[in-house]
Structures are given as structure tokens and as C-alpha cells.
């Protein structure tokens, strides 16, 4: 039990445990806080550092309190503090919270709801109770109560609510007219049996080749005429190419590096005050090391003999395409902000309530990459808060099937469902827009969050005297 805590994230671990624990987060952008100055998480370009607290006020003090007199929020260290000065608030964070939000204090407020992170899919249960909860209280307490105005994506999926207006453009129509020019190389991505990931690209182009010795197309048209006319309209997007698709990187070769860095510069700390630390490489790190299997020590001697940061020649580069990823994510959300004059977004963490640990997981639907855009957030390094919106009773676990040659247990989808003791399991809201404006993030999260009031104290602990 504890008043407050930092975290730090790849693509889940803050968030994670925020919705599974009915806490509210801060998470600042890459890097307003610095990591990599003095830690080490697992992926150089993505790891960040949040704070936890049940109330997200409390949150925007601890952030205040990090900040330097003289240095501010800069870490000659890390190097992904190097961000623009006009990202960091010049007044503190805390002083646009909304402490007690009246009726009507979001009006004038235009909020874009994500709706490719609230799908429901044909035959699945699952996202029902999540989804159904979250919808109601977006309109509910964001739209009639706070009074802020709406205006919601468009996804094939997505059954559009003539209520609220749609935006104009949305994602998938921002996503294609930039990915030509700055990840092209998406559309060429083959899936797991080396075939088109976007198997509609490859039948309107001539034949090309995706990957050494791998050629596909059987169209008329040259790759770059087609991203022509899909950057400008005269060509359809493919179905499956939307902002939940595209979040799949290549591997990386950084985490040699990463490592590296970090024990180097750790013995250097502890020589400056008269300590010798002897590990200080990868050999001495494994040589020390406990390992769970033989495979996991195989991985990591693996990393050892790691020279070169570049895949090799032919294979994706996971370096290239985070940074690419990274830039055309923000690029598109802020074509989607500034067209539709949207303050904030706001999106549903994850249509699934925490599952059993160690238990089968629940299956993507089938014919999607994704059932929701969760590590888009993450992989551009925007600013994202997270506020407890609620907790649903109903939850439809799935279970383990033999496959057909009984060689092994398949996660497979129950719609059987199962009901929770109150007050069941937590699901959250996340608030988003470009870095420099988390004065507006700030206070619409927390007029939500007082306004809605939802995290109650876990069963085995009573509340405090006087706390919520």
C-alpha cells in the first residue's frame, strides 16, 4: 500500500497496472522524465517513466515535484530528454487540476473518441460488458454531464452513432495519405507465411518484390502510382489497414547497446566514488546470472555476441521502423486533431477485463491484427492519462481446446459468461493529445475524474478516514 508510485513503461507496464489496479496514471511524454539516465527498462526507443496515484491531482504534484530548480526536467544523460522546451508547461502541472468539476465545465470542449479501441466482433462476447460500460460513459458523464462535445472515428467495424458527429477526416484517412511518404514500406509487410499482410496492395500492383526472392502482384499499376491515388483518394484503402494493423515493429539490435551503456556507465558511477564494480559487460553478466531455462541463457549469450546494431541485410529494421512509427503515429493524430479543432482524445484502455493468470488467453478475433490500437499511444510517446471509469461483473474467460492433431492446447474463445462479487474488475479511460498540451489533458481527465468518482477501495482494505 503506498500513496503514490513511479513506473515505467515499454508499451503496457504503467498502463497495465493502472486499469488492473482502478488507479489513476501519468504518463508524460518521451522524454519529458528522464529513464535512460540512470535505468534500464527493455527498449531504448519506447521505455518511460510514469507516476501512479489514486487520484491523478496527486500525479500532476509528484510530476511538479520532479522538476529541477535550475535544470528543469533535462538529463544530459538521456538523451531522449533533448525534447522541445515549448513541450514543458512553464507553470506547474497541479494548478490545472479541476478539483470538484460542476455540471456544464467542459463545455466548449471538443473531445475525439477513439472508436477503433472500443470494438465489438461478430460471435465474441468478450469486449461486450467493457465496451457497453465505457460507451455509455463517455456520452453519459463526458458528453450530457460535463458537457463536452463529442466527435467519434469511423471504423468498418465501429456501428457509427448518428448522435455524434464523425471525424472528418479520421484515422485510417490521415493514416493513408502520410504512410506513403513516411513508412511506405508498411504496405509491403508480409504476415507470418510470407504472404501480403495487405493482399489487396498486391493485386493492384505489378509484380514487385516485398522481400529478397518474395514477388507478388498481378495489377497494372507501379507500387508508387498506387500510393499516389491512395494518399489522394482515387484508391481505396486495403480493409486491414488501419492504426490497430500497423503497430508490429522488426526486431532491434539496441539492446546490446542498451545494456552496454548501462554497465558502463554504472561501474563509472561507483568508481567516482571510490567503489570498483566488476560488472561492467555482457560476458560478466551472464557469467553471473541465473537463468529459468536453457533457452533463456541461450538468449542472452545470443546478446553477448552482438556487434553489429544493424539487422541483418534483408530482414526488417526495427531501429528505422520504430522511428518511423513514431513520427507517423503523432503525424496522423495531430492531422486528426487539427482538422476536426479536437482539444483532447480519449479512448478505451482495453475492452477486456484482467485475465487469470497462467490460464489460457483470450484469442484475437478472427481476420483482425489487432482487437484494439493499445500500444499506439506508447509507440508515438505521447502524453497519456489514465482515470478509473468503472468495473464490470460480467467477464467471459476463454479456455484451452486440443488442436486437431492433439499436439498441442489452442486459446480459444468462450462465450459461456462468468459473474464477479462487487465490485468486479476494473476497466479505464485514457485522455491524449500532442505534447506542450497536457495543461488540457489534465484538466479533462480530472473534471472526469471527480465528476465520475469511480475507483472505490478494494474489498480488503477499508478506506481511510477522510480519503475517497
Known amino acids: 500500500m503506498a500513496m503514490c508510485s513511479l513506473c515505467e513503461e515499454t508499451s503496457l507496464s504503467c498502463r497495465g497496472p493502472a486499469n488492473h489496479n482502478a488507479v489513476a496514471l501519468l504518463l508524460p511524454h518521451k522524454a519529458m522524465i528522464s529513464f535512460l539516465g540512470g535505468a534500464i527498462g527493455s527498449d531504448i526507443y519506447y521505455d518511460r517513466a510514469g507516476i501512479h496515484c489514486r ?231 551472464n557469467e553471473r546470472s541465473k537463468f529459468w531455462a536453457d533457452a533463456q541463457r541461450a538468449w542472452f549469450k545470443n546478446w553477448e555476441e552482438i556487434g553489429d546494431i544493424r539487422r541483418t541485410f534483408g530482414e526488417r529494421q526495427g531501429i528505422d521502423e520504430r522511428i518511423k512509427l513514431r513520427e507517423l503515429l503523432r503525424r496522423v493524430e495531430m492531422k486528426v486533431m487539427m482538422e476536426n479543432n479536437l482539444d483532447v482524445v480519449v479512448r478505451l484502455h482495453y475492452p477486456l477485463a484482467p485475465g487469470k493468470i497462467g490460464l489460457a488467453p483470450q484469442p484475437q478475433p478472427e481476420g483482425q491484427a489487432a482487437r484494439n490500437e493499445i500500444r499506439m499511444g506508447p509507440y508515438a510517446g505521447l502524453t497519456e492519462v489514465l482515470i478509473p471509469a468503472g468495473y464490470v461483473q460480467t467477464v467471459y474467460d476463454p479456455v484451452f481446446t486440443l488442436s486437431e492433431d492433439r499436439q498441442r492446447y489452442i486459446p480459444t474463445n468462450s462465450n459461456t459468461p462468468t459473474t464477479l462479487p462487487e465490485p468486479g474488475l476494473p476497466y479505464s479511460l485514457v485522455f491524449r493529445a500532442e505534447p506542450g498540451q497536457e495543461d488540457m489533458i489534465i484538466r479533462v481527465a480530472s473534471a472526469y475524474q471527480s465528476a465520475s468518482n469511480r475507483r472505490v477501495p478494494p474489498p480488503a482494505f477499508e478506506p481511510l478516514p477522510g480519503e475517497p
Do not use: C
Open 55 to 285: 487520484w491523478i491531482g496527486d500525479s500532476a504534484k509528484v510530476l511538479d515535484a520532479m522538476k529541477d530548480p535550475e535544470t528543469g526536467y533535462y538529463d544530459p544523460r538521456d538523451m531522449w530528454t533533448t525534447v522541445p522546451r515549448s513541450s514543458i508547461l512553464e507553470e506547474t502541472y497541479a494548478e490545472h487540476v479541476v478539483e470538484a468539476a460542476a455540471e456544464g465545465s467542459l463545455r466548449g470542449v471538443r473531445i475525439g473518441v477513439i472508436r477503433e479501441s472500443m470494438l465489438k466482433f461478430p460471435g465474441v462476447s468478450a469486449d461486450e460488458p467493457i465496451v457497453d460500460a465505457a460507451v455509455r460513459e463517455i456520452e453519459e458523464v463526458l458528453g450530457e454531464h460535463l458537457g463536452a462535445t463529442l466527435v467519434e472515428s469511423v471504423d468498418p467495424i465501429w456501428p457509427d452513432d448518428p448522435d455524434i458527429e464523425n471525424m472528418e477526416p479520421s484515422y485510417t484517412d490521415a493514416l493513408v495519405q502520410l504512410l506513403p511518404v513516411i513508412f511506405p514500406e508498411i504496405l509491403f509487410w508480409l504476415d507470418s507465411d510470407n504472404q501480403p499482410q495487405f493482399p489487396e496492395f498486391a493485386a493492384n500492383i505489378t509484380p514487385t518484390e516485398f522481400a529478397p526472392g518474395i514477388t507478388f502482384g498481378s495489377g497494372t499499376m507501379s507500387p508508387i502510382d498506387y500510393m499516389v491515388g491512395l494518399a489522394e483518394g482515387t484508391e481505396p484503402p486495403p480493409p486491414g489497414l488501419n492504426i490497430r494493423s500497423i503497430l508490429t515493429l522488426g526486431k532491434s539490435n539496441a539492446m546490446q547497446f542498451h545494456i552496454t551503456q548501462y554497465l558502463t556507465r554504472r561501474a563509472a558511477d561507483w568508481a567516482e566514488r571510490g567503489y570498483t564494480e566488476t560488472l561492467a559487460d555482457w560476458a560478466t553478466l
